[in-house]
């Protein structure tokens, strides 16, 4: 397993989780919990996976380009940023900070920068972003493992701006 730069971990760690104010709820629990019992197994965030990279997979060649993965991140993006109740100001703030973020991931998400992301990169980044969601390392990513990856991530987002 290689080791990666703080910088890269901290962007994986933001992955799926795009806008995830605590008043707000879990972005990530409302994106794959499919029965809709207010946590998400892994057996569900799995199935949710292949169902995006299929989504993601706009021309179906079976790979994502650069477009189509920032493509998909910036509809579900601007989905989460209509829902919210935060300033315009804030919105055009943090939908820059998202996007750029975005093309980053994908670079580092790229392993074997050819500019595809496979099945296997894409999985290999949802096993990490299921990892950093699961605060109590059980298997399940309930409300309460998600306010506190949510809150962690906040703590290491303004401590980053500073
Ligand atoms: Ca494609
Ligand atoms: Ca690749
Ligand atoms: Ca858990």
């Known amino acids: 397993m290689k080791i990666h730069l703080p910088l890269a971990v901290a962007l994986l760690g933001i992955a799926g989780t795009a806008v995830a104010a605590p008043h707000e709820g879990s972005a990530f629990i409302h994106d794959y919990d499919a029965d809709h019992d207010g946590q998400v197994t892994r057996a569900e965030f799995d199935a949710g996976r292949v169902a995006r990279f299929k989504a993601t ?7 994502l380009s650069e477009e189509e993965y920032v ?15 935060r300033s315009e100001d804030k919105k055009t703030e ?31 980044s949802g ?6 969601q699961d605060n109590d390392k059980d298997g399940i990513v ?12 906040l703590a290491a987002r303004e401590k980053a701006d500073r």
């Open 94 to 124: 943090e939908r820059q900070r998202q996007m750029r973020q975005a093309h980053v991931r994908f670079g580092v998400l790229d392993k074997d920068k050819d500019g595809k992301m496979t099945q296997a990169e894409y999985d290999a």
């Open 142 to 153: 309930t409300a309460a493992d998600a306010a506190a990856t949510a809150a962690r991530q």
């Open 71 to 85: 493509g998909e991140y910036h509809a579900r993006l601007e989905q989460q940023l209509a829902a919210s109740d």
């Open 57 to 63: 997979d706009a021309n179906g060649d079976g790979w």
């Open 127 to 132: 096993a990490r972003a299921f990892a950093e």
